[in-house]
């Protein structure tokens, strides 16, 4: 495995492992201070529903490139490749930041700076996804999508306050500032991160970017555990995502809770996947991962379904703790077994296909959710999202290859 570091040693005592991990900490923060500073903006420039529109904008670049970023990364290199796209993003939010202390940019502005930071994601993403495959050993990477998963839930509690605090004591161009601050941080720290090349017998000929496309689908497609894999994860993206983002306000309302009422839904679900990823942090592997994965999202489709039955705000919060440690347990087995499975050389292309729903396909949803929520309530919404879910639980359940299988020990 072409990694630098001590195969020996644990990933959570690695520290080129832990140097990743506080540059993607660093970067992961800043990112949800961007999305709030993006929010607040909108809104001061618009309506709440042209608000919405301009942070949905972002997600039609990554859903139209992410495939070709998958490509990039896989070519260049993951390192080579977040080092630029981050350094990119960077420079769109210092933008942005310029643009509002100059002027008072409108919708069409804000919508500009979505769209090419969510150009720039499409490339960013998949090679921040196959990055760990290349800086640890094959029977770290459940370990290391746990520690991953933390830093996720870490960003999530710690970027609503930070943006809060740069809008309070810098407007939203302070924000934005604290947002670029954060990624450009993130950039020193992973230049500091070391990859060893590709070994003779996983390199892959230099071709036209369709035709290394083509050879990455390919791949995926003749691969008899990620192909069911891929659209497990796909179709359990799609039942997830609108429940547990726009779903949740949406339920908030119709039940009267409120945002504190929220608030304390959302820390019960991060709890939860919190509580996922520290496990399998500190466990490293778990047998049976393929069965464990299946269930795990299986349970936690039943829960979301739940959610919208829950009578009050504890229930509810109970409830989505249940949902935060089951599907935070499938996301990240079926990361860690992606990447065991794919192989360093198509680590890019596939983890490009395996976030393309979540990242690009479910946030366009959005409007779809809240049409039928208004129409038939957030009962019926939720339902029938855990049972989009739930059949892709039943692919990976009925799927023997994937029910099977195991990562590397």
């Not at 993951?78 to 769109?92: D, E």
Request: overall charge positive.
């Amino acid at each position: 495995m072409p990694v630098v570091s001590d195969a020996a040693r644990p990933a959570h005592r690695d520290p080129g492992v832990l140097r990743w991990l506080s540059a993607y900490t660093s970067s992961a923060i800043g990112d949800s201070v961007y999305y709030i500073a993006l929010s607040w903006a909108a809104v001061q420039a618009g309506t709440p529903a042209q608000a919405g529109l301009v942070t949905a904008v972002g997600a039609v670049p990554r859903a139209l490139l992410m495939l070709g970023g998958g490509v990039v990364a896989d070519r260049y290199g993951p390192r080579r490749v977040v080092l630029g796209s981050s350094a990119v993003r960077c420079l769109l939010v210092v933008t942005a930041a310029g643009l509002l202390l100059a002027t008072r940019p409108g919708l069409w502005a804000l919508g500009a700076v979505a769209v090419l930071f969510g150009v720039v994601d499409a490339v960013f993403l998949p090679a921040a996804g196959a990055l760990p495959a290349r800086i640890t050993g094959r029977d770290q990477l459940a370990r290391v999508q746990g520690m991953r998963g933390l830093a996720t839930r870490l960003a999530t509690v710690l970027g609503g306050p930070l943006g809060g605090l740069g809008i309070a004591f810098g407007g939203t161009a302070g924000a934005f500032g604290l947002a670029a601050l954060l990624i450009g941080v993130s950039l020193p720290v992973l230049w500091a991160v070391r990859v060893g090349p590709l070994p003779p017998d996983e390199r892959q000929p230099r071709r036209a970017v369709l035709g290394e496309l083509k050879d990455g689908l390919r791949h995926l497609a003749h691969d008899p555990v990620l192909r069911p894999l891929m659209l497990a994860v796909a179709l359990a993206d799609l039942g997830f995502v609108g429940p547990m983002n726009l779903g949740l306000t949406l339920l908030s309302q119709e039940r009267g809770w409120g945002s504190s009422g929220m608030g304390w839904v959302l820390a019960g679900f991060g709890t939860g996947a919190g509580a996922a990823s520290l496990l399998l942090t500190l466990r490293g592997r778990v047998p049976r991962a393929g069965l464990v994965l299946a269930l795990a999202e299986l349970g936690g489709s039943v829960a979301i379904a739940g959610l919208a039955q829950a009578g009050s705000v504890a229930a509810a919060t109970c409830v989505a703790l249940i949902v935060g440690l089951l599907c935070g347990l499938g996301g990240a087995l079926s990361g860690a077994l992606t990447l065991a499975q794919a192989g360093p050389a198509f680590a890019g292309r596939v983890t490009a296909v395996s976030t393309l729903v979540g990242f690009g396909v479910a946030p366009l949803t959005f409007p779809l959710v809240g049409w039928a929520a208004g129409r038939w309530g957030t009962g019926p919404v939720f339902a029938a999202c855990a049972a989009l879910s739930a059949v892709g639980a039943l692919v990976a359940l009925c799927a023997a290859r994937v029910r099977r299988a195991e990562l590397p020990g």
